[in-house]
């Protein structure tokens, strides 16, 4: 028998009231929790010897459990004349001195100051229905009331689902009245699981206003959010900000539910924040995978993704994230990403610190006791030293950090925080310098320094980076992009003109400074900040051969095209992100590949030459209008796309009788590979220039 009301306004209807009772009987209704969930707020804010009224008692045990624990001193009122004659005849024997009175909380007939606590479990709520006047009206009766018969430092302790506007309405008043304002979340949705009687998807919280004594003039405010049963108060600026914190709750709670209930949400993240300062600590996603056959050893596992490691595919893009928990074997995979700028000891401790929350995201018929495993790769949470962080007014907040790799290498990247995931420039360190950072470390675990303590390793001066080597696929897939042109064989010896629009760390024009020693480089950057950075932090510097220009790429372009006398590039290439995060075209801008300025371009371009792009666009209609549009320019187009990434390199060339079949590309490409092999120069071994025109196609 479903005897929940079908809308909220019925919650306000004594008639309702009458005849749900009458339908219930004698068997108790607890609406919002029982005593045994209940019982850690009500003794934390109730003393045994007080003076308790219930307003709205209806058949509720609680008044029962709390006499029989020892608070005696109760007064029960509800506006329902059959309810109060079934708890009169419950206790009339057994708890003597605890009464039961048919009267209406918005006109009590007590004298002022009667009480010391006042208990509302759900009353509030089921007066509170709407927000029209009459019911405003009705509810600033019954808040005054509860004021009258309070004396100074007194409690109005009210169980409620905090909808937003019964936290506003009840907040606002006992703020306006002086009173202190605290909200206590007191029970989790995870607790209601799996009961046979539904109650409701949100948490329960409880309102605790503290009646102070009216000063005059005073305009002080007190809010403040106890976020878990035994956990601090959190003292909060504003009633706004006290509601947003216990909208975020009811948001978790909600999630928690639906993650219980049923699998395959789709693609569901979070953020668990550091209680004392607000900030991101850990970042975690779930990641359901039904077809995983279930047994009793395989429901639910936690995976730590070690530090520095987060932007990989397999961890930082949801079709990776699937790929690890389809090899992980389990029902599901929760990932945890740990946030730069914290402070982690170790495995053991975080999963101390992660255990109970984590718990509320187990999926419904997992077996009880079950240990739930923590998994990570090599077992280790990795390393992450933030070098450097700062500002830039056109990129924002940004930091430069090591991490080590999978070879116990160090990495230096480039992060701006706006895309946290996104490594915009990396470069790999010296044996050398990974050794210091790794010895050093070492000697800061004995330190124990504060988080925000910037680490002074060498600064990445030229010795301190690996030149030798590209770390980004989409970087080596623009190098082997030369094969294109004319001769490649020759190209050691062969002067050569390039335009690099984008700088970042400085990596790519570098590389092709170091290994093309004939070659003469202008690179465009819209940012002086990232001059600064790649000069300080990424071995970068400008020569005879290598000149930077810190200008709007497209003006830089739009000029030369406009010169009577305007230079000429055997290669030009775009590698720049977009600062619009709103756009489905992360790389390059779209102005970049307008046709007005795609014709721009084509005419520095000389006739054999090659325009290399690096595109990542998740929009596949706009993707195939930017193919389209290069093609109207450039009618000999090759596709390489990179692998686990959504990167894509685009080779333009200006004549489609030029097109070289893939046999004749790889050709190309291994012959140019040879002449950069030379005795002496840095090579990466692992670098194998065919390897990455292999998978070429054309438009």
């Known amino acids: 028998m479903n005897l929940l009301p079908k809308s909220s306004k019925e919650f306000g209807s004594v008639d309702y009231w009458e005849k749900f009772f009458q339908q219930r009987g004698k068997k108790a209704f607890e609406w919002y929790g029982t005593y045994l969930e209940l019982c850690g707020v009500l003794h934390k804010y109730i003393k045994p010897r007080e003076k308790v009224l219930v307003v709205g008692c209806g058949n509720s045990e609680l008044s029962e459990q709390l006499y029989d624990v020892g608070y005696q001193d109760i007064v029960n009122i509800d506006i329902s004349e059959v309810v109060i004659k079934q708890m009169k005849e419950r206790n009339a024997s057994r708890r003597p001195r605890m009464s039961f009175l048919k009267m209406d909380m918005t006109q009590m007939e007590f004298p002022d100051a009667s009480f010391q606590v006042v208990l509302d479990k759900g009353t509030l709520d089921a007066v509170l229905t709407d927000e029209e006047e009459k019911t405003l009206q009705q509810v600033d009766r019954m808040l005054a009331e509860v ?50 009687e539904p109650r409701f998807s949100l948490p329960v919280f409880a309102f605790i206003m503290t009646k102070f004594r009216p000063v005059t003039g005073s305009a002080l405010q007190i809010f403040e959010l106890c976020a878990q049963e035994q956990g601090k108060p959190v003292r909060l600026e504003s009633a706004e900000r006290l509601a947003e914190a216990v909208r975020e709750r009811q948001q978790y709670a909600w999630l928690c539910s639906q993650l219980y209930r049923k699998a395959g949400l789709g693609s569901v993240s979070l953020d668990l924040c550091n209680g004392d300062t607000g900030e991101p600590r850990y970042t975690l996603h779930v990641v359901d995978s039904p077809t995983v056959k279930p047994s009793r050893d395989n429901h639910f596992a936690i995976f730590i993704i070690p530090q520095g490691r987060e932007t990989e595919w397999l961890f930082g893009m949801e079709e990776g994230r699937k790929q690890l928990a389809a090899s992980a074997g389990f029902r599901r995979l929760i990932t945890v990403a740990l946030h730069r700028g914290q402070q982690y000891e170790g495995m053991d401790s975080i999963q101390a610190e992660l255990s109970a929350r984590v718990m509320e995201l187990a999926p419904a018929g997992m077996p009880a006791q079950l240990q739930v495993p923590f998994l990570s790769v090599g077992g280790d949470i990795g390393v992450r030293i933030i070098q450097h962080q700062a500002c830039s007014p056109l990129s924002g907040d940004y930091v430069i950090e090591d991490v080590q790799g999978d070879d116990k290498r160090y990495f230096r990247r480039l992060i701006f925080l706006s895309n946290r995931n996104v490594v915009q420039s990396e470069a790999r360190l010296l044996q050398d310098v990974s050794h210091r950072a790794q010895k050093k470390r070492k000697k800061d675990r004995k330190k124990h320094r504060p988080p925000d303590t910037p680490e002074d390793l060498p600064a990445a001066q030229g010795q301190s980076i690996d030149k030798s080597y590209l770390c980004c696929e989409h970087h080596k897939a623009m190098i082997a992009g030369l094969a294109l ?4 064989e020759l190209l050691l010896e062969t002067p050569l003109a390039l335009l690099v629009v984008g700088l970042g760390g400085g990596s790519l024009p570098l590389f092709i400074h170091d290994h093309f020693p004939k070659s003469c480089i202008h690179a465009v950057e819209i940012d002086p900040s990232m001059l600064e950075v790649a000069t300080q932090w990424f071995g970068f510097s400008q020569s005879d051969r290598m000149k930077v220009h810190i200008a709007d790429g497209l003006d830089f372009i739009t000029c030369l095209a406009e010169e009577e006398a305007r230079p000429h590039y055997d290669v ?3 590698d720049v992100d977009s600062k619009d995060p709103t756009l489905g075209m992360s790389c390059p801008p779209p102005a970049f590949v307008a046709q007005l300025f795609l014709q721009k371009v084509k005419s520095i371009l000389t006739p054999e030459g090659v325009f290399i792009l690096n595109l990542v666009c998740r929009d596949l209609g706009l993707k195939d209008s930017v193919l389209a549009g290069l093609k109207a320019v450039f009618p000999l187009l090759y596709v390489r796309r990179i692998e686990g990434e959504v990167n894509e390199i685009l080779f333009c060339q200006l004549h489609s009788e030029c097109k070289l079949d893939t046999p004749e590309l790889l050709e190309m490409a291994r012959a140019l590979e040879q002449t950069l092999r030379k005795p002496g120069k840095g090579w990466d071994d692992t670098y194998v220039l065919s390897d990455m025109l292999n998978t070429v196609k054309i438009v």
């Open 485 to 488: 042109l004319k001769n490649p």
């Open 572 to 574: 030009i290439m775009f």
């Open 147 to 196: 004021g009258r018969v309070l004396q100074v430092g007194g409690r109005y302790l009210c169980i409620s689902l905090a909808q937003a506007h019964v936290l506003k309405k009840a907040v606002g008043h006992f703020s306006r009245e002086g009173w202190m304002v605290r909200v206590h979340q007191v029970a989790s949705s995870q607790d209601q699981l799996l009961e046979a």
